[in-house]
């Protein structure tokens, strides 16, 4: 096997695999390595799917260690050292060993332990919804005495991104990131869970806090909303069961304390001490770029928040209802509908030809469900659209095999189109309750 020398050969004719492809980082790496150019990409995985284009996929973790030049371990943490240790022995000599998980002294530990090769850690500081690298942190952790290979070539790599590329040790880097994630992660948990408690206790919701918000309020409930978002607590679990992660939460625990003695206390004289020593430590620079930095964001915040977005929302919506509508034209269903469609239709009369009789229901569902969206009625247009799917599918669907069955693709795109129609409702709502406070006083 021969060592890459330079980035043109790791891509035309390197071999780099990803176990855990399939994973939300896994597809990250693998989509960034597709887009720099690189030819060769291999992946296994036990579950999900790929979805970057040209990857070879493998059946064993071993089947893949065997034929690459660079292995990426991208696994939930908790398993990380396990995987490292099962696959260490079949890579190839003048190969490099990596991972993409966030603590680097234990798995660059044990991947110089179970192989014989290069070993140099990888840290995206981000998650894989970020789309724009500019200003994020990837972090390179080499390991003394194993990574001379690979160390200038992986480097390179990932400075053809507009990320940041952070050269640190395994132990720095789980030192500061330690703190970076676990103590930041604790925060959100302690005040997501914090909100919960105090909005049962005072008989509120989270949508009365988010009404009379504050700039600082508002700041941290977009992070809260950003962390919980992801619906991944393995993540989380594995940032909190960090090398230095028990110490921090220890630590916080502890400032908790001290804090709610000293305003127990009424001792202003030590609040103001610790406010200002803390205001030293963070440095006048660090305070001066903090406060005009943190004053753009809270201007931004004018164009963005609950109500921004649910406008948003509202009017994407409706643009989605404008394309169905010209399909469910296409299609003769409003051709066909009952004269007023918010009177029962079993008043108005039936037609005798089934044909007419199933369009003109189905015309006059959807004349209802597009009028009561507009009107702002976003849960009765949703409860009319499940009615009209169910009228699509059990009876239009038998017409239109019987009488005209060219249009059968057209209605079968409106009943994807209505059934799409009710997750985008079910999103409006849901938005609406974010914005609709249940305080009146």
């Known amino acids: 096997m021969m060592v890459m020398k330079t ?7 390197g071999h780099i695999g990803i176990i855990g492809g399939n994973g939300r980082m896994g597809q990250w790496g693998l989509n960034l390595l597709h887009v720099l150019g690189y030819k060769n990409l291999h992946s296994f995985d036990v579950s999900g799917t790929n979805s970057v284009g040209g990857v070879r996929e493998h059946s064993s973790a071993k089947d893949l260690a065997e034929v690459v030049d660079m292995l990426i371990v991208s696994v939930p943490p908790g398993i990380t050292v396990d995987v490292i240790r099962d696959v260490g022995q079949y890579l190839r000599e003048g190969a490099l060993f990596s991972d993409f998980t966030s603590k680097k002294e234990a798995s660059t530990a044990a991947m110089a332990e179970f192989s014989q090769v290069d070993v140099i850690g990888i840290h995206p500081m981000f998650n894989d919804t970020v789309k724009d690298l500019r200003g994020q942190n990837i972090a390179i952790t080499p390991v003394e005495g194993r990574s001379e290979n690979w160390l200038e070539t992986i480097v390179s790599m990932y400075r053809e991104t507009p990320a940041n590329i952070r050269v640190v040790s395994p132990r720095v880097h789980d030192v500061v990131t330690d703190f970076n994630q676990a103590a930041i992660h604790a925060i959100y948990l302690i005040v997501g869970g914090l909100m919960r408690q105090y909005c049962k206790q005072q008989g509120i919701e989270p949508s009365d806090l988010f009404y009379l918000d504050t700039p600082n309020s508002r700041v941290m409930q977009l992070f809260l909303g950003r962390f919980y978002g992801t619906r991944n607590p393995a993540v989380a679990w594995g940032i909190q069961n960090g090398p230095y992660a028990q110490q921090i939460r220890t630590m916080l625990v502890e400032e908790a304390l001290k804090i709610g003695r000293i305003v127990g206390g009424g001792d202003t004289g030590s609040f103001n ?5 803390n205001a030293s430590a963070l440095g006048n620079g660090n305070l001066d770029v903090a406060t005009k930095d943190s004053a753009r964001i809270v201007g931004l915040l004018r164009e963005l928040g609950y109500e921004a977005n649910f406008q948003a929302v509202v009017e994407e919506t409706k643009g989605f209802l404008d394309t169905t509508h010209r399909k469910a034209s296409d299609l003769g269903m409003l051709a066909y ?45 949703r409860k009319t659209a499940v009615e009209l799917r169910h009228n699509l599918i059990k009876k239009v669907t038998t017409q239109v095999e019987r009488f005209d069955r060219g249009k059968a693709p057209l209605l079968q795109g409106i009943v994807e189109d209505v059934s799409r129609y009710i997750g985008m409702c079910d999103k409006v709502i849901s938005y609406q309750r974010s914005i609709t406070p249940t305080i009146t006083k």
């Open 273 to 277: 001490s610790y406010f200002f020593r």
């Open 7 to 13: 980035l043109d050969e790791l891509k035309q004719d």
């Open 337 to 381: 509908f009952y004269r007023d469609p918010f009177r029962p239709l079993e008043e108005q009369g039936t037609p005798k030809e089934s044909y007419v009789k199933e369009m003109a229901v189905a015309g006059t569902l959807y004349i209802r469900m597009e009028d009561q969206f507009r009107k702002g009625d976003y849960g009765d247009s």
